[in-house]
């Protein structure tokens, strides 16, 4: 390659991988906004996700295109392969984030209409900080190259499991106290399906990170949930 191909060639790689970290910012503001929808009842908010999503979709299609295109024009090798192919990895987690966000921004539209079940949403709203801190540490590593910081994410994968199960049996004893919960509480468990969904993506991203900076695929399972002593006992039942 002569200087002025080589240059052309790196400007495409890093337009890739600065096009990956737009979308990823994206994707992590619909994930805020749409835990926030469900914590302020706000609907403009719930509809401004559920139509922003589109730009979710186009980023993901542009990014595949391009990176299809380089592939097959600059025939990358080595790391300018592995970059490549990271980048239509992660666009995909990031477009399947985008989906999850708007799923729970649906859902919110819908609860804002019932009564408000603050000592749930408030449940919502910390699985949804957690969540949103794991994508933005994700995010940050890739934009950075930082391997550690990517690793520490994968090894936390399990807090985001913890709060999903210590949800789910909250929600399953809402409902036993109190059927009329019943509507409102599926909802609320959709929800938190999807935020732990969304923690899988970020665990997701960071094996592209590992794999595109070292080469080699992360060794292990990933860390799982293992319930203690006290998992499956009830807890105090809502008042009537």
């Known amino acids: 390659?002569?200087?002025?191909?080589?240059?052309?060639?790196g400007d495409e790689l890093n337009q890739l991988t600065a096009e990956v970290a737009r979308m990823g910012g994206l994707a992590?503001?619909?994930?805020?906004?749409?835990?926030?929808?469900v914590g302020r009842r706000d609907v403009a908010l719930a509809r401004a996700v559920v139509e922003?999503?589109?730009?979710l979709d186009?980023?993901?299609?542009?990014?595949?295109?391009?990176?299809?295109?380089?592939?097959?024009?600059?025939?990358?090798?080595?790391?300018?392969l592995r970059k490549t192919l990271s980048a239509m990895k992660l666009a995909v987690d990031l477009e399947r984030t985008g989906d999850l966000a708007k799923n729970i921004a649906k859902r919110a539209l819908i609860l804002a209409e019932s009564?408000?079940?603050?000592?749930?949403?408030?449940?919502?709203?910390?699985?949804?900080?957690?969540?949103?801190?794991?994508?933005?540490?994700v995010l940050d590593a890739y934009t950075a190259s930082e391997l550690d910081r990517a690793v520490a994410v994968w090894t936390s994968d399990d807090e985001v499991d913890e709060h999903y199960n210590a949800m789910f049996r909250e929600l399953l004893t809402y409902m036993m106290g109190d059927p009329r919960t019943i509507t409102a509480c599926t909802h609320l468990l959709f929800m938190a399906k999807n935020l732990e969904r969304i923690g899988d993506h970020a665990t997701n991203i960071a094996e592209t990170i590992h794999y595109?900076?070292?080469?080699?695929?992360?060794i292990g399972e990933r860390p799982r949930w293992a319930p203690g002593p006290d998992a499956d006992k009830p807890l105090s039942a809502p008042a009537a």
């Open 212 to 218: 595109e900076i070292t080469g080699d695929e992360m």
């Open 58 to 80: 186009a980023m993901h299609r542009e990014i595949e295109k391009k990176a299809i295109r380089l592939i097959a024009l600059r025939q990358p090798v080595a790391t300018d």
């Open 28 to 37: 992590e503001a619909q994930v805020a906004d749409a835990v926030e929808s």
């Open 52 to 55: 922003r999503d589109v730009r």
């Open 1 to 9: 390659m002569n200087t002025h191909t080589v240059k052309a060639y």
């Open 115 to 137: 009564d408000p079940m603050q000592p749930l949403t408030r449940s919502i709203e910390r699985m949804g900080w957690l969540v949103s801190t794991r994508l933005r540490d």
